[in-house]
């Protein structure tokens, strides 16, 4: 089984693709994670016995690690971040619930800056290229990441898909993740910063609900303001919830059916390259 | 369920350290999870025994330190223990803390043969 992906083999490992890239290319299949092991070859029956035999003569060692279990990730991530500080490249790791609307932000806002600052993307969905050929179309360079049984993108597979795109200095890298607003949480890509979207159909109560990743994120997009006069939804307290979870959050109120609101996500975006 | 990448990543430490001091098996483990750290135990378990098979924790005894969520105020300095990330401060009510445990998630110890 392999621990990136959750898969039960190879075969549904996570792969990466640019639009118009066969769906079974293995070249590109992932397999950088040297922790799972499909080595079934050291367990025969064989060695198994041998080994039980020869345990009854060991004195029981106890080794006192204290290692962090996310510590892969987390070097992998570190290494991510050297590399995109040393390029001016200013990454954004989007996460939301699914359907709250992260391709329609990013469709908006490529079509609306593309002209002004050159951009990349990296589409993170269990399976489909759907997403990345939604941004191929805006002719920006774009590689879909598919987790297969995985819920979440972690930082060695952003990092392969990082190698592949070839992202010029001095530019803006938008990782989309996979719409779930829990797993993702807990893996740091490297990115500038964590922007959590939360649509205006999803209930005032979400962040309380699932604080991680408000407690996680630096930025929060709430989507679909057009929809609001249908809705019972209380801004004001959504906002306030969130900001009980993570006072430090910045808000922009959005439509990307509209673009209302979009101006001032604009005008943070430029800032920060 | 990002437990079974948490499980896959106790199994890479697991095989790690074994292979250093050249061993074949764990026969215990003590893992320290905290209680922010957004693990449920539960799907942990849960997805434990197809995690470790054929790996050197399959037969290894496990054991999970329970860490309690703890802060420390921003405003007040005042440190209180917390079940939910969005506690706020039962002195002054403040929004603005710093988490200074329960955020751990650890290999504490293997026991190896
Ligand atoms: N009314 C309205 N609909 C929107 C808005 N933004 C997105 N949608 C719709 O919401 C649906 C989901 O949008 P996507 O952009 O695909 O959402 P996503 O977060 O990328 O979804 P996943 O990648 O599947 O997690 C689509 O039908 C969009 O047309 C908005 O601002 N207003
Ligand atoms: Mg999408
Ligand atoms: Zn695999
Ligand atoms: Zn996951
Ligand atoms: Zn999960
Ligand atoms: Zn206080």
Redesign the pocket.
């Known amino acids: 089984m392999c621990g990136t992906c959750g898969c039960g083999s190879d075969t549904n490992g996570p792969t990466i693709l640019k639009p118009g890239e066969h769906n079974h290319s293995h070249d590109v299949h992932h397999h950088n994670h040297d922790g799972h092991t499909h080595s079934h070859e050291h367990h025969t029956h064989e060695d198994h016995t041998h080994a039980h035999n020869h345990s009854h003569n060991h004195k029981h060692k106890v080794l006192e690690i204290e290692q962090d279990i996310l510590q892969n990730n987390q070097v992998l991530a570190a290494r991510n971040r050297g590399y995109f500080e040393a390029k001016n490249i200013f990454a954004l790791n989007l996460v939301?619930s699914?359907?709250?609307?992260?391709?329609?932000?990013l469709e908006r806002t490529l079509s609306d800056l593309k002209n002004e600052i050159p951009f990349y993307v990296i589409e993170g969905?269990q399976q489909t290229l759907n997403?990345a050929n939604r941004i191929d179309v805006l002719n920006i360079p774009v590689i879909q990441i598919n987790t297969g049984k995985g819920c979440h993108l972690e930082s060695d597979i952003v990092y392969e898909a990082v190698k592949k795109l070839e992202i010029k200095n001095n530019s803006i890298l938008m990782i989309?993740n996979v719409?779930n607003l829990v797993c993702p949480s807990m893996f740091d890509l490297g990115e500038s910063k964590r922007v959590v979207?939360i649509?205006t159909t999803e209930g005032d109560d979400k962040p309380i609900k699932y604080p991680d990743m408000f407690h996680t994120s630096d930025i929060c997009i709430i989507?679909?303001i057009?929809?609001l006069p249908y809705l019972n939804t209380d801004i004001e307290k959504l906002k306030g919830y969130a900001l009980q979870v993570n006072p430090k959050l910045q808000f922009f109120e959005?439509?990307?059916?509209?673009g209302e609101g979009m101006e001032a996500w604009y005008n943070w975006l430029k800032e920060n390259i | 369920m990002h437990e079974l990448s948490i499980v896959m990543g106790i199994v890479k430490i697991a095989e790690d350290e074994t292979a250093k001091v050249k061993e074949n098996a764990v026969a215990k483990i003590e893992l320290e999870i905290g209680q922010l750290a957004g693990v449920e135990l539960d799907a942990l378990n849960f997805v434990w025994e197809s995690a470790v098979k054929d790996s050197v924790l399959e037969h290894a005894l496990k054991t999970i330190i329970e860490i309690p969520g703890k802060a420390i105020c921003a405003d007040c300095d005042r440190e209180f223990y917390l079940n939910n990330i969005f506690d706020s401060c039962p002195n002054c009510n403040s929004n603005f803390k710093g988490i200074i445990q329960g955020k751990e998630l650890r290999v504490k110890s293997l026991e190896v043969i």
Do not use: F, H
Not at chain 1, 98 to 105: A, D, E, H, L, V
Not at chain 1, 254 to 258: G, K, R, Y
């Open positions: 939301s699914p359907g709250s609307g992260k391709t329609s932000i969905d997403d989309e719409g979207i649509s989507n679909k057009d929809l959005v439509s990307a059916t509209t």
